[in-house]
């Protein structure tokens, strides 16, 4: 089993839709990342949390340490949302960064 | 643009051979963090450098091997390639990225190495 599990896997929606990502990690975290990879490959961080919930634009990223989960919303969703969003945990103890495998979302107009 | 830097972007190369590439952090961060992102196993810490000093180790095989220079760019090496290898290559950087201090991580956009 890994480490850190995200579904789905696999997302599509229509534009304006509320978009949930959902990520779950084994492990003692000091940190929890999410990542978002556009088709070209760059990779742009856009949250890093260690508690409660942060909020940019339309994204919002919660975390619940005692339950080992973390939620990626996207409100009113726009095709050039469309990436593959990763989760990514810093192990309290090697301080590494353990990767999910991603979700890929696609918006459609 | 997260202010990382890496060369080159694409990389072609053969089996057997060996390949330099650099990452020039932003400017103050003393953290350099190499990732590998493959087709089968997603993205994999590599290994990570501060001020000069390896800080951590992940998954980085035996013909892999990276520094930090005093400018505080970091190079990653790749030897006696082999197809397995290729894949998409990021370097991050961070402010600090001392152990229990979690810092915000800027990547790099990537070098893609093609090993045929």
């Known amino acids: 089993k890994n480490e850190v599990e995200q579904s789905p896997q696999n997302l599509t929606a229509q534009e304006g839709e509320f978009i949930t990502i959902n990520c779950s990690y084994s492990?003692?975290?000091?940190?929890l990342h999410w990542l978002q990879q556009h088709p070209g490959g760059g990779i742009v961080s856009l949250f890093m949390?260690?508690?409660g919930k942060k909020k940019h634009g339309r994204l919002i990223a919660t975390i619940n340490i005692q339950e080992k989960h973390s939620s990626l919303h996207i409100t009113a969703s726009h095709p050039r949302d469309s990436a593959v969003y990763i989760c990514?945990?810093?192990?309290?103890?090697?301080?590494?960064?353990?990767f999910g495998t991603g979700t890929r979302l696609q918006v459609f107009p | 643009d997260s202010g990382v830097t890496q060369t080159p972007k694409h990389l072609i190369t053969a089996t057997g051979q060996r390949v330099t590439l650099r990452c020039s952090p932003r400017?103050?961060?003393?953290?350099v963090y190499w990732y590998q992102q493959s087709l089968d196993q997603g993205l994999q810490f590599l290994i990570q450098?501060?001020?000069?000093?390896?800080?951590a180790k992940g998954n980085i095989l035996e013909r892999f091997s990276a520094q930090q220079f005093p400018d505080l760019h970091s190079e990653l090496n790749l030897s006696s390639l082999e197809l397995g290898d290729s894949a998409l290559y990021f370097c991050?950087?961070?402010?600090?990225?001392?152990?229990?201090?979690?810092?915000?991580?800027?990547f790099g956009p990537g070098t893609r190495l093609t090993v045929t």
């Open positions: 492990v003692g975290i000091s940190a």
């Open positions: 990514a945990v810093r192990n309290g103890v090697t301080d590494k960064l353990i």
């Open positions: 949390l260690s508690s």
């Open positions: 400017s103050g961060d003393l953290s």
């Open positions: 991050a950087s961070s402010p600090r990225g001392l152990a229990g201090v979690s810092n915000e991580q800027y």
């Open positions: 450098y501060y001020n000069g000093e390896e800080r």
